[in-house]
């Protein structure tokens, strides 16, 4: 970038070119002349060969023979050289000196005379490469004061167009001040004349409306009055009718009670002598039925106490888990099956499992949230025409198909967001559980289905029990396949991932299993939403039929826990996870419910724990969960000891 600044009246300083022993000031040549570029070769060669130049003196400067004649490189004035865009630079023409150390073996050995000149005027070039120029000096030296002088001239420039604008400013407050001022005694005047004015017309008002009032009362009292009187009149009227009507029916009435009693008399004397004939023969046949009943009592004994054992969920654990299998091998090989080869049912069946999975992502522990979400899950089942119009859902009811696949999908979507959000917030578990209680007692067959779904993604914890070594058929029955390694974990809940083929690439990728950590984690979620169904408050009455989802089933699970339905898997860190996150999700409600009994039941539970029977393995997982259930347990008695609820254990405590 080039500034154009005004030249200094003094002059500047000189290039200086010394050319040999003499001291005379001249200027160089074009340095492309110089070194001989751009003319003829024979022309260069003509020339006389020049001395050394910047003061180097040689000592056969006069010596000349008839030997062939060497281009001379004669020092460049660099100033002209940088002044003329037309010159060569310096640097370039440098390019092309070229002092070769290898000697052409055609060209004649030098003589040191030549050797001499070659050594000058490479130090020639030297000392004019490191050469100070005082006029550069002076140009950049005259292009800051320059810039200074110019910086100056803003700064004052700008200051006083700064000092210009406070003022303009300052004058320009000040004057919109005076007439807001102004503004705001006119505005102030006017207001309190209209105020005045209304106040005048309030009173004008009120005093017009109170004679109004007055007037209209009077009317009002004086009609009441001659209501009554009238409405009076009538009622003495009606009273005189009524006692007479009243006083003949007297009259008819003991007339007639006295024919009945004659008929009676006579009914009674026939009756009591039929009677005695009936007696004999019917005490014959009171005999006879007494001993029918009581074979009959005895049958109606045996099917109570059957009904009452499955009215109660006495049903064993084994059953329980496989009725659960049964159920989940039926609703994939029957409507899932269905649905999935069935366009239009498939159609169906997507559209609304999509509005069930964001529904169940959107619950909040809010109990509106959660009553409008069931609400909608509810009308997207079960739709109607009253909710057609409000909901994305058909007016008409589902398929079977269509609606136990949607009972499937509800279930899992459930499943899913208790794995996910319940692991990362304990609180999350709560309005999924209160949504999944509103939706047990009002859609038909969901209790199944759920639970089918529970034992698939967490196994036998779900009941619990210990899995068989076969798994059951459709029917029921046991198969003849039993479980080896992968069907096993999977029917135990494992999620495991299978090794495959990548879509994108092709490689293999290998199989991954579950860790124990993750399974824990995973299971605890789940389970967590099944405790808070059971004995969390709130939410709709759940059918007597689903016995598994009710408050009872607490209990039994501890029971079942405790009483070796599980196995050795009662020494698992699952089980003593699981068994912390039911005391944690029961608090001391069930020792309210249960009283001593539940006290018992903890006291035996937390022998378990100290001797090691419940969640004795030595891993990292199984330790903490033995110490969580430990703790857990002392805190329900300290406040149980409080209350006076407490009984004599193994831990000390009375």
């Not at 006389?48 to 490189?73: A, L, M, N, Q, V």
């Not at 030297?126 to 100056?152: G, M, N, S, V």
């Not at 009674?268 to 046949?285: D, H, I, N, S, T």
């Not at 059951?472 to 396949?481: A, H, K, R, T």
């Amino acid at each position: 970038m080039r500034f154009s600044v005004p030249r200094s009246t003094s002059p500047s300083p000189e290039r200086i070119q010394f050319d040999g022993p003499s001291t005379s000031r001249r200027k160089s040549p074009n340095i492309s002349s110089s070194l001989g570029l751009g003319r003829p070769r024979s022309q260069r060669r003509s020339q006389p060969r020049r001395t050394s130049t910047y003061g180097i003196h040689s000592d056969s400067e006069s010596e000349s023979d008839g030997s062939e004649k060497e281009p001379t490189i004669t020092p460049v004035d660099l100033g002209d050289a940088a002044e003329s865009q037309s010159e060569v630079d310096l640097t370039d023409a440098f390019k092309y000196v070229s002092i070769s150390p290898t000697r052409n073996p055609l060209r004649p050995r030098p003589n040191p005379l030549e050797a001499r000149q070659v050594e000058e005027t490479v130090a020639a070039i030297r000392l004019h490469a490191k050469h100070h120029d005082p006029y550069e000096d002076w140009e950049k030296q005259t292009r800051r004061d320059a810039f200074r002088t110019a910086r100056k001239i803003q700064s004052s420039t700008l200051h006083s167009l700064h000092t210009h604008q406070s003022t303009s400013q300052s004058r320009a407050l000040t004057h919109q001040s005076t007439i807001f001022a102004a503004q705001h005694a006119r505005i102030s005047q006017a207001l309190t004349i209209h105020k005045a004015r209304l106040q005048r017309e309030e009173a004008e008002m009120r005093r017009v409306w109170g004679a109004r009032d007055q007037e209209l009362w009077a009317r009002v009292e004086g009609g009441i009055k001659w209501e009554e009187e009238r409405v009076g009149n009538e009622m003495e009227v009606e009273r005189r009718r009524v006692e007479e009507e009243e006083k003949k029916a007297r009259e008819a009435e003991m007339k007639r009670r006295l024919e009945e009693e004659r008929k009676r008399a006579e009914e009674e004397k026939a009756r009591l002598e039929e009677e005695r004939v009936a007696m004999e023969k019917g005490r014959l046949e009171e005999e006879r039925r007494k001993e029918e009943e009581l074979a009959n009592a005895r049958k109606e004994a045996e099917r109570a106490e059957e009904q009452e054992r499955k009215a109660l969920g006495m049903s064993t654990a084994d059953e329980d888990w496989r009725n659960a299998r049964v159920t989940l091998k039926r609703l994939k090989s029957g409507p899932m099956r269905t649905v999935k080869s069935t366009k239009q049912f498939k159609s169906t069946w997507s559209s609304i499992r999509r509005q069930i999975t964001p529904k169940i992502g959107q619950l909040t522990n809010d109990s509106s949230s959660i009553n409008l979400i069931s609400t909608q899950l509810y009308n997207l089942l079960m739709p109607s025409a009253a909710s057609a119009s409000s909901f994305n859902a058909p007016s008409q009811p589902h398929p079977d198909e269509i609606y136990i696949s949607l009972l499937s999908s509800l279930a899992k979507a459930i499943l899913l967001q208790a794995e996910t959000e319940v692991t990362a917030s304990k609180t999350a578990a709560v309005p999924l559980a209160m949504v999944a209680k509103n939706l047990l007692g009002t859609l038909p067959h969901f209790e199944d289905v759920l639970l089918a779904k529970m034992v698939q993604r967490v196994g036998g914890w779900g009941v619990p029990t210990s899995l068989p070594a076969r798994d059951v058929d459709v029917d029921g029955s046991d198969s003849n396949q039993p479980f080896d390694e992968v069907s096993l974990r999977k029917a135990m809940g494992y999620r495991d991932v299978p090794a495959h083929v990548d879509e994108d690439n092709g490689k293999q990728i290998p199989g991954q299993r579950e860790s124990q950590a993750e399974y824990i984690t995973r299971v605890s979620g789940i389970m967590r939403v099944y405790f808070f169904i059971l004995i969390g408050e709130g939410g709709v009455d759940r059918p007597m039929n689903a016995k598994v989802w009710q408050t009872g089933r607490y209990w039994g699970y501890f029971a079942r826990m405790l009483g070796g339905c599980v196995g050795g898997g009662l020494e698992s860190a699952v089980a003593a996870e699981i068994l912390y996150v039911a005391l944690d999700v029961g608090g001391h409600l069930p020792a309210q419910i249960w009283g001593r009994q539940w006290i018992k039941l903890l006291a035996l539970l937390y022998d378990g724990v100290m001797s090691g029977k419940v969640g004795g393995d030595t891993t990292a997982e199984g330790k903490a969960a033995r110490v969580r259930v430990q703790l857990d347990i002392e805190r329900i008695m300290s406040v149980n000891l409080g209350t006076g609820t407490g009984t004599s254990t193994g831990m000390g405590m009375n």
